[in-house]
């Protein structure tokens, strides 16, 4: 072979060389890249909240709050239009229309909401950071605004939390170091994952802890 022969021949092994690490795609899969996990639940501590509590959210849920106020904290599902809430209520508006301070009895007062167009079923007890809570899934048939409470005396009766039509809640009234906790789980009435996601959030109250 000619020497001409034999630099041909070693440039276009070099460029054969040279040009494999450039047909890779940036979507190829590496052997090395780490192997996909599912979603893990998370804690967390209250940073505002007047009543201080840990508590172990479920996969479904964001792992930080899109509230994290005095008297409210609030998370989203990670998908869909479910949520959870904790309320401290500061009033309610049992006709929608004048506040007043929030009941002692607070499951009969929910419980007297019925004349007004709500319905409870699945009602039970459970124990909630050391404290008997109660246990209903509320609907109505018409806009009871402002009847679950209000974070602020100030906060107006519409920006306020009750039943809605279009709403299924799971709620839990526990008392916490002598305050109501107002909690529940959010979907959309029919909603067809709404027995998972109650199961997941009647879990989630069982890890609370206060100290």
Not at 47 to 54: I, L
Not at 146 to 160: D, H, Q, S, W, Y
Request: with cysteine.
């Amino acid at each position: 072979m000619s020497v001409r022969m034999r630099w041909i021949s070693s440039a276009l092994v070099i460029a054969t060389l040279t040009a494999i690490p450039l047909g890779c795609s940036a979507n190829d899969e590496s052997p090395t890249a780490p192997p996909s996990s599912a979603p893990s639940s998370a804690n967390f501590t209250s940073q505002e909240f007047s009543v201080p509590f840990t508590v172990t959210l479920p996969n479904s849920l964001t792992p930080q709050p899109s509230e994290d106020t005095k008297n409210l904290i609030s998370w989203g599902a990670l998908t869909g239009q479910n949520g959870v809430r904790f309320l401290l209520p500061v009033v309610v508006y049992p006709d929608s229309k004048t506040p007043q301070p929030p009941p002692k009895d607070y499951p009969s007062y929910l419980r007297g909401l019925v004349s007004a167009g709500a319905t409870y079923v699945d009602q039970s007890t459970t124990t909630v950071a050391g404290q008997q809570a109660t246990l209903m899934t509320g609907t109505t048939t018409s806009a009871l605004d402002g009847t679950l409470g209000c974070p602020a005396a100030t906060t107006p009766v519409e920006t306020c939390f009750g039943l809605q039509p279009d709403l299924a809640l799971r709620i839990a009234v526990v008392n916490l170091n002598g305050r109501t906790l107002v909690a529940w789980a959010r979907t959309q009435q029919g909603d067809a994952g709404a027995p998972e996601f109650f199961a997941e959030f009647e879990a989630m109250l069982h890890t609370l802890k206060v100290p």
